[in-house]
């Protein structure tokens, strides 16, 4: 990854407390880390470590106790809440381990939703929708609603939904953490294959070790710090 490529995340410096009877639980104590365009890095540590805290404070879902995020080299602090609902609207893209998609809703509306919400109109965002559904592989599933598409299925149209408004950094908290081996290596090629087709950056927190090899680099979460391991090999 080149170093010309623009910064899309940074983080500075963060630190994330909350006290306790005994004393403070310190989640992260310095952590800094930088993620650029075009660049896919996935997030490792033990379970319980703060992986999904991290991707929620990048995400800005949730505040630090201090430090500083940076989404495409503009600090965040300050900015008003509804400021801060439009980055995460036209910025930031989410995939969680479970699919969260409308039960009610076919693929296509599903996708087309998070669209409309930020001022599309209808004919567009089907045209948008319909052509990441191709992206992921199913554009003949279009009308099926979540009961009706397998787990890989549903986490394919949640990865389309969450690219739905074009963002530029991609947030993933175990996106395949909840499917079988055979189908998680599917929708990890998927997921993959359209961040790079697409020139985002892609924070992907993973316990996959397997598919870790797949990425530019690693970052660890070690005693509330981020160390970069860099390129790892296929495991």
Do not use: C, W
């Not at 439009?86 to 296509?108: C, D, K, M, N």
């Not at 990425?215 to 070690?222: A, C, K, Q, S, W």
């Amino acid at each position: 990854m080149s170093e010309a490529q623009p910064a899309v995340l940074e983080l500075r410096n963060l630190v994330r407390s909350f006290p306790q009877a005994n004393g403070v639980l310190e989640i992260f104590k310095g952590a800094n880390a930088t993620l650029r365009r075009g660049e896919i890095v996935t997030l490792v540590g033990p379970s319980g470590a703060g992986k999904s805290s991290l991707l929620h404070i990048a995400g800005l879902l949730e505040p630090p106790t201090s430090g500083e995020i940076l989404i495409e080299g503009k600090s965040v602090a300050g900015m008003s809440d509804r400021e801060r609902t439009r980055i995460r609207r036209t910025t930031l893209g989410f995939v969680y381990q479970f699919h969260h998609l409308l039960p009610e809703f076919s693929a296509l509306e599903n996708i087309m939703m998070p669209q409309r919400l930020a001022g599309a109109s209808a004919a567009n965002a089907r045209i948008e929708a319909m052509r990441l559904l191709d992206l992921v592989g199913l554009s003949q599933r279009a009308t099926h609603r979540p009961a009706q598409l397998s787990g890989g299925e549903q986490q394919r149209v949640a990865i389309a939904r969450a690219l739905a408004n074009k963002p530029k950094l991609l947030l993933a908290d175990e996106p395949t953490g909840n499917l079988d081996p055979k189908t998680a290596d599917r929708v990890f090629e998927v997921l993959l294959g359209i961040v790079r087709s697409e020139g985002l950056a892609a924070l992907i927190a993973t316990h996959n070790h397997k598919l870790i090899g797949y990425t530019d680099r690693t970052l660890l979460l070690h005693e509330g710090r981020l160390v970069d391991a860099g390129k790892l090999p296929l495991g």
